[in-house]
């Protein structure tokens, strides 16, 4: 089973956003979580923002809760994703090793290779963020997506 972990700053707006997503393009083959790198929000439900956005495209994220990035999520997951630079270096900082390095990816190099764009934090904005967080989200995840089903096929 190939397994995924999503990760923002607190887990509660774009990296719970990125999880719905995700899971709703792919069967149960896959395992897909998100972590924050920050622990302001463990134990909490998304932001009623990232809730409600998710809604409106027929996903139900309000049963996600938020917990912190842990070291042994190296050993757990074979693609983790983040969502910024700074999700990146945090990330990065508790890698143990290349093999844990070459796990991260900034989920935007899906569909802009190589550029390390920024999924924008939507959580000091209004709703608009949200919208916009989501489509990026979503063009990103459908890539994803259809990388890791194509691989599933073949082995």
Wanted: glycine share 6%; proline share 4%; with cysteine.
């Amino acid at each position: 089973m190939t397994k995924i972990l999503m990760v923002c700053l607190g887990n509660i707006c774009r990296s719970p956003l990125a999880e719905g997503i995700l899971k709703s393009k792919l069967s149960s083959d896959f395992l897909v979580d998100s972590a924050g790198t920050a622990n302001y929000h463990t134990g909490n439900p998304p932001d009623k923002r990232s809730i409600a956005v998710a809604k409106k495209y027929r996903l139900d994220i309000s049963n996600l809760r938020g917990r912190q990035f842990e070291v042994s999520d190296f050993d757990v997951f074979d693609f983790i994703y983040v969502m910024d630079d700074s999700n990146y270096n945090n990330v990065i900082h508790l890698a143990r090793n290349e093999v844990d390095i070459k796990k991260v990816k900034f989920i935007l190099n899906e569909v802009y290779p190589n550029q390390n764009y920024n999924v924008p934090d939507p959580y000091y904005g209004g709703n608009d963020g949200f919208e916009n967080v989501y489509k990026m989200l979503d063009e990103a995840c459908e890539i994803i997506a259809k990388d890791l089903n194509q691989q599933n096929e073949l082995n």
